[in-house]
Structure formats: C-alpha cells, structure tokens
C-alpha cells in the first residue's frame, strides 16, 4: 500500500500538468517559456502544478496563492523525502532494516 501511494505521488502531478499543458493554455499563459514549465515537470511537479493552479492573469496575488505554491514545494521535499528512505531501505544489508 505504500509503494501505491508513493507511487501516485510521484506519478500523480507530473500525469495531471501534463494533461493540463496538452489539453489548455493556463501552463502557457503562467510562464514565458516551455523551459520553465518542462524544468518543473521532470524535478518539481507538485510546485509547478501549485504555481499553475494559482496563477491568475495578474500574476500571484495574495497569500493564499502564497501558501499554495509553499504546499507545493512541501509536497516535492516530502515526496523526494520518500524516494530517498525507500532506497536507503532497499539498500541496506539483509537483517538490519
């Protein structure tokens, strides 16, 4: 259950912002460039999907907004966090876990 869960994690906002890229124009309109949003696909899914999520046509305005992007980059440590302890667990010697 929690290679599931891990699973969605990291497969889940890299799925929903290219979805959203292919399918609309908000990512578009969010950032300048393709190199951004791309960037943000393959090494920060949850805070660019935050980052798109909250962005208005003014910008970020607010703290909500704020906040959200500051979930998101929760969201990508803990995620990372994750990662990281699942392969020093799979790596560490038989017996010792």
């Known amino acids: ?34 190199v951004w949003p791309l960037l943000g696909l393959l090494f920060a899914p949850w805070t660019t999907l935050a980052y798109v999520i909250a962005w208005q046509p003014g910008g970020l305005d607010g703290n909500v907004d704020a906040l ?10 803990i995620t990372y966090m994750h990662r990281f302890a699942a392969k020093a667990v799979r790596q560490s010697p038989p017996g010792y876990r």
């Open 1 to 34: 259950m929690c290679c599931l869960v891990g699973g969605a994690a990291i497969i889940g906002p890299r799925f929903a912002l290219a979805l959203w890229w292919i399918l609309g124009n908000k990512v578009e309109l969010a950032f300048d460039s393709w």
């Open 68 to 77: 959200l992007v500051l979930l998101g980059i929760a969201l990508d440590i």
